[in-house]
């Protein structure tokens, strides 16, 4: 009950800090986001800010079933989504581990008391990222793309 | 024929269709997912029972020797950066490094004629792997793909044992370098996808039949069991085919000639 109550004004406390929305406590807790990723840059995530604090966890669950089963790959609301934007960058713009300390997603999991276990098998810098059609065009040039031409077999 | 598979599928198909909303009528009518790889992008709608995708083998062009396949598999699903676990015997990780294609040689004692054939999950139309998983983590997407949903399987292994054809893997370490398109971590199954996210972007390929056509033994062909005019069902039109243990009648995807 006592832990309930805590997380309740954890909570509490995490969205009065955003409300304020003062710049000069963009340092304070409940934001993570690093200056050096993507994500800085935005307004605001792929849905409101607080909104994504919240459920995000639904959000990367529903779209998770959505691409495993049904091969849904272009939703904003998947997993390679939140890495892409929300990774940290080195001094020489290397991309840091999401799930290392202090960076976005494990820093939020650590103050929350949250495991933090997508990245057991989720790569956790973009690489190797998924199938897109800007990779798809380039490959349809490739010598073994049988996809445009006349096939291996009528060749 | 395939009641008891299709009816399951059915119901999710069903469930999925309704989420999708007025535009998964749009995608049944038309053939454009047959367009040319410039129109290619990720799929927004699920996929459905309008494609059977599958895999032709020539046996006869496939090189003894050659691993152009095997390694492009690997590439492209990350299995190239697994490593030997400290202090673990050589050939004990030969046999349980992960691997979803294996080149494998018959040969006839009588003649002493040798094939050589890549062997992958044929993606069973009535897939055993998906009969005995406890979790239904092993699983038939609507267009026959069989996969294993990683966020399920409890790694029991029911499904190797099951597979005639030892096409699944089981991950024993944990996994340190991963790619976004093909995440895997220790302590779950796995086996070939069809390179599922090429797919999914519109793109009608595979690894491992690229790396066959580029090395120039073109030996694999890739494409829609169900498209009577596509390059597979040509290829399979023009010469006898069977399927590797055919006897059990699980009307595989993946198919063989000059066995
Ligand atoms: S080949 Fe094996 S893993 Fe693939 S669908 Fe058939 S039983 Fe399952
Ligand atoms: S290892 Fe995973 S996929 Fe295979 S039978 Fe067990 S739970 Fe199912």
Redesign the interface.
């Known amino acids: 009950m006592a832990t309930v109550m805590m997380k309740g004004v954890l909570l509490a406390s995490l969205v009065a800090t955003f409300g304020m929305g003062v710049v000069a406590q963009a340092e304070e807790v409940g934001d993570y986001v690093l200056p050096s990723s993507k994500a800085a840059s935005l307004e605001n995530c792929v849905e409101p800010t607080e909104y994504m604090r919240r459920n995000h966890f639904e959000l990367i669950r529903h779209q998770r079933d959505q691409t495993v089963y049904g091969g849904i790959r272009g939703s904003d609301h998947g997993i390679s989504g939140c890495v892409s934007c929300h990774v940290g960058y080195d001094d020489k713009g290397a991309p840091v581990e999401i799930d290392g300390k202090g960076q976005f997603c494990q820093s939020c999991h650590e103050y929350a008391a949250v495991e933090l276990n997508c990245f057991d098998c989720h790569a956790t810098v973009p690489t190797g990222e998924a199938w897109n059609h800007e990779v798809a065009a380039a490959h349809a040039h490739l010598p073994g793309a049988a996809k445009t031409g006349p096939t291996s077999a009528e060749r | 024929m395939n009641h008891e598979t299709e009816s399951m599928n059915q119901g999710?198909r069903d469930f999925?269709g309704a989420a999708a909303g007025v535009s998964a009528a749009a995608v049944a009518p038309g053939m454009f997912l047959h367009t040319?790889?410039?129109n290619?992008?990720?799929?927004?709608?699920?996929?459905t029972d309008m494609h059977r995708w599958g895999l032709?083998v020539?046996t006869s062009k496939c090189a003894d020797g050659c691993t152009a396949c095997v390694d492009a598999c690997d590439t492209e699903n990350?299995l190239n950066l697994q490593s030997k676990p400290l202090g673990d015997d050589k050939l004990k990780w030969q046999n349980q490094r992960s691997t979803w294609i294996r080149k494998v040689k018959l040969q006839d004692n009588l003649t002493g004629n040798v094939t050589n054939l890549p062997l992958m999950c044929q993606h069973c139309e009535h897939p055993p792997c998906v009969d005995v998983c406890p979790t239904g983590a092993s699983?038939k997407?609507a267009?026959g793909i069989v996969?294993v949903?990683?966020?399920t399987c409890i790694g029991c292994r029911y499904c190797m044992m099951a597979c005639p054809y030892k096409a699944r893997s089981f991950i024993h370490e944990?996994?340190d370098q991963?790619?976004?398109?093909?995440?895997?971590?220790?302590g779950?199954v796995e086996s070939c996808t069809f390179?599922?996210?090429?797919?999914?972007?519109?793109?009608?390929?595979t690894a491992c039949?690229?790396?066959?056509?580029?090395e120039g033994h073109?030996?694999?062909?890739?494409?829609d069991l169900k498209d009577p005019t596509g390059?597979?069902r040509?290829?399979l039109a023009?010469a006898p085919s069977r399927q590797i243990r055919q006897d059990l009648g699980l009307n595989t995807g993946v198919r063989y000639t000059g066995l």
């Open positions: 999710r999925l040319p790889v410039a290619a992008a990720a799929r927004t709608e699920p996929v032709l020539d990350g699983f997407r267009d996969m949903d990683r966020h944990q996994v991963k790619l976004t398109r093909a995440p895997r971590g220790k779950c390179c599922v996210h090429r797919l999914d972007s519109g793109d009608i390929s039949a690229d790396a066959c056509s580029a073109q030996a694999l062909v890739f494409g390059p597979l040509q290829a023009k």
